[in-house]
């Protein structure tokens, strides 16, 4: 598994699972899936109400703590009722610290929660502390108001909206850039496009895998989800070829700045941010 540092020295895997949308019911049997199979990071958030089943999951697994990343999201706004969703999402899950916590949107009082995440970070509740869906204005003012530098930003990103403008952006300010829904969350027919099938059929590869790998070769962590045994297993044997120029560059002309609908505007490339 190909780890990236952050900005604070902590090493983290490109490649994690995913829960979103995955209901508790079935989140402890697909993470198991997932960590025997070689997953190493485990994407969670207080949103999904499943961080709980991710907890028992990782003590059932038997693996050592130090060997599972594990990340959770807060939807709270402001410090108050950040450090307490904290508190209760350690209790929930049962763990002693998270890996890496995110503020999951902006929300209004931004510098107050990441304040909450700050402490936490400071008395060891998390080893690494960042954000989702924020642009690059709204980092900037943590980064230019906070102690504590983010350390990665979890945005959409998919082959139809790639987000180079934000990457290159995440890239000069030492944030780890992080896609969520890397497979267009079940939208794109994927499965269909025929430079993804040309591409993967000149490595023995299936569309969904050239795409999880192209995202990984552009250093961009990522965290598809199933919970298919055999589509979670597929998903990480990515690791046993390399993308050539050519492919990259194909690759890259796919992209539309195509947002799924409904999700962040702010977050649009079109956007002057």
Do not use: C
């Not at 049997?29 to 109400?49: C, F, H, K, M, P």
């Not at 980064?143 to 530098?149: A, D, F, L, T, W």
């Not at 700045?257 to 941010?273: L, Q, S, V």
């Amino acid at each position: 598994m190909k780890e990236l540092t952050l900005n604070n020295g902590v090493k983290i895997p490109i490649l994690g699972f995913g829960t979103f949308e995955i209901s508790p019911a079935q989140t402890k049997q697909s993470v198991l899936s997932a960590l025997e199979d070689g997953y190493r990071l485990i994407d969670t958030a207080q949103y999904y109400q499943n961080e709980e089943q991710v907890g028992e999951a990782v003590r059932e697994s038997k693996l050592k703590r130090d060997e599972v990343f594990i990340t959770t999201k807060t939807m709270t706004d402001g410090y108050e009722a950040t450090k307490a969703g904290l508190d209760e999402s350690l209790r929930r899950s049962g763990l002693d610290y998270f890996d890496l916590v995110l503020i999951h949107w902006p929300m209004g009082h931004d510098l107050d929660t990441w304040r909450a995440l700050e402490e936490a970070y400071q008395a060891g509740k998390a080893r690494a502390i960042g954000i989702s869906n924020f642009n690059s204005r709204q980092t900037l003012e943590l980064i230019n108001q906070g102690q504590v530098r983010p350390m990665v930003d979890q945005i959409e990103t998919h082959m139809f909206l790639q987000q180079w403008k934000m990457h290159e952006f995440l890239e000069k300010e030492g944030i780890i850039h992080e896609s969520y829904s890397p497979l267009g969350n079940g939208q794109q027919n994927l499965m269909s496009n025929l430079v993804l099938q040309e591409i993967g059929s000149k490595y023995g590869k299936s569309p969904i895998q050239v795409i999880l790998r192209y995202l990984i070769q552009n250093n961009i962590m990522t965290i598809p989800r199933s919970t298919n045994p055999e589509h979670i297993k597929s998903n990480i044997d990515i690791f046993d070829f390399e993308l050539g120029e050519d492919d990259l560059k194909k690759l890259r002309k796919l992209d539309q700045r195509k947002p799924i609908d409904g999700w962040p505007a702010e977050m649009r490339e079109d956007e002057d941010y």
